[in-house]
């Protein structure tokens, strides 16, 4: 069974610095994905960022970006020069390739004008 | 991106009385399904899968006569809150998995229900 700990409930960060989102995980498997995903008010799930466990490199797109220490476990999303619009809770998750994702509990972030 | 659509968006219903959810896959055939549930301010809570021609594999915990999962075909899973009541109130999201690219899941954009 995979677990994914997100220990921030709440972040804020001032708009055009940058934050880190933290997140740690427990799996079994040696094939997993993970995923940050952002949901706005909306509540539509829209992936940010995904990261292939076999994949030493880091993921990017664009502002954001990941620090994946395999052997830690851990799997922080950081977001350069925020924007008002990356207000959201952002959720940390993992799976092992057709099976469900495995969320944390969320942070919420809020970008201070 | 693969599109997944919900409907209905958003749905109020009497107590006692079912209301039926519908998740489907737009642009790519989707052999399994998820269902998910959450509360206001907290995360996804997985209920059920649900694969293409068989029976869907419930969650402990979920009543698998209340929330009936029908997966009759490669694009359309179907959830039906059966004799709701208050506490089902809750926003449901769907994903799916495209077996073209096994570790993508696609979102659809929920639906609330609200029983009174």
């Known amino acids: 069974a995979q677990t994914v700990t997100q220990s921030q409930p709440e972040m804020s960060v001032q708009e055009a610095e940058t934050v880190t989102l933290s997140c740690t995980y427990d799996t079994s498997e040696s094939n997993y994905y993970l995923f940050w995903y952002k949901q706005p008010p909306s509540r539509q799930m829209i992936l940010v960022i995904r990261?292939?466990?076999?994949?030493?490199q880091n993921a990017t797109e664009n502002r954001f970006s990941v620090n994946f220490q395999k052997a830690a476990k851990s799997f922080s999303l950081k977001i350069s020069d925020s924007q008002l619009g990356d207000t959201a809770m952002y959720f940390c998750?993992?799976?092992?390739?057709?099976?469900?994702?495995?969320f944390g509990k969320g942070t919420r972030l809020s970008v201070i004008a | 991106g693969a599109v997944v659509s919900q409907h209905p968006s958003w749905v109020i219903c009497k107590s006692g009385t079912s209301v039926k959810i519908e998740c489907r896959s737009l642009d790519f055939q989707a052999t399994t399904m998820f269902w998910y549930r959450q509360f206001p301010k907290q995360s996804l809570m997985l209920m059920a899968t649900?694969?293409?021609?068989?029976?869907?594999?419930?969650e402990q915990g979920v009543e698998k006569d209340k929330f009936l999962i029908n997966h009759a075909s490669l694009t359309l899973s179907t959830l039906t809150v059966t004799s709701a009541h208050p506490e089902d109130s809750s926003f449901y999201i769907c994903?799916?998995?495209?077996?073209?690219?096994?570790?993508?899941?696609?979102f659809g954009p929920g639906t609330r229900l609200t029983v009174t």
């Open positions: 994903s799916a998995g495209d077996p073209g690219h096994s570790y993508e899941q696609y």
């Open positions: 649900s694969n293409e021609g068989s029976k869907a594999t419930y």
């Open positions: 998750a993992a799976h092992s390739g057709n099976t469900p994702l495995v």
């Open positions: 990261q292939e466990a076999y994949k030493q």
